[in-house]
């Protein structure tokens, strides 16, 4: 009996040393009620949570080098996207000339490794930007793509923040199996490929936000704090893509957001090496 009460009492104090020990690097919060609240519809809306083991592959701060890179590249291809749906369905010559020329510093620095990240701060859109002709959706796809540009930009800046104060050096990475698994589905033709397209960009900006919120807890306190304050924008993106979807497409796009979710949850839960952070199970 004693020897078991002093184990106990052993193993409690090492319990409490190890969390003590563990603690400081933690940003160790519970999700606020607000968080919590703003989580739920994209929790709805994905038809599955991120696995327990992909989890624990994201803890490990061996990993976090990966995971703060691939979250870089995911923000400017938000951005990137963003900017093709524009050019590609909304914008006269000239506005779509003065998209490329303002993400272009950002891809310089992220695939050729040209300039130093500080100077990407502040840049912005040089000219507004003029709806195509005989086009009703052009004026709502411009004023959501642009605002929603902008946001990704400056998160790709807080990134390269982060990274510094992490004493992460960026250097190219591959992508993950990911955004490619979702786009390889889209339809051929319009304005159905335009619709899938925006539903795609539904499911990564939503599972963002899930992994988001289960990361910040984990991570070392300042990740996980900006983590947090990126729900707060992120979690509206999803929906802005969807209500795009949906105006554009005139119908009920239930069937296709539903087919897409499925698809998604595959990726997800499906065994994969690469650990990024849109990955799935790692294997
Ligand atoms: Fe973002
Ligand atoms: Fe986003």
Known sequence: MKFKQQYASLVSRWHFVIIARSEPHRSNRMLSAEITELLKPIQQFLHCETPQGWLVEAEKPDNLSVLLHDHLICELKAAQSAMYLIRRYAVDEQSADALLQWLKPYEDFTYRQQGDWQSLAGLSLKKSMLPKANNAYSQSLIDKMVLLIKEELHHFYQVLEVMAEQGIVYSKITS????????????????????????????????????????????????????????RSEARHYQDYLTLAEDIAKQDISERVAFFAAVEAELILSADADFKFHSGLPA
């Open 176 to 231: 993950s199996r990911y955004a490619k698994g979702l786009l390889r589905h889209v339809r051929p033709y319009e304005p159905e490929a335009m619709i899938d397209k925006l539903i795609c960009g539904a499911f990564i900006e939503a599972r963002s936000c899930e992994r988001f919120a289960k990361l910040a807890p984990q991570l070392p306190k300042r990740v996980g704090d900006f983590y947090i304050s990126l729900l």
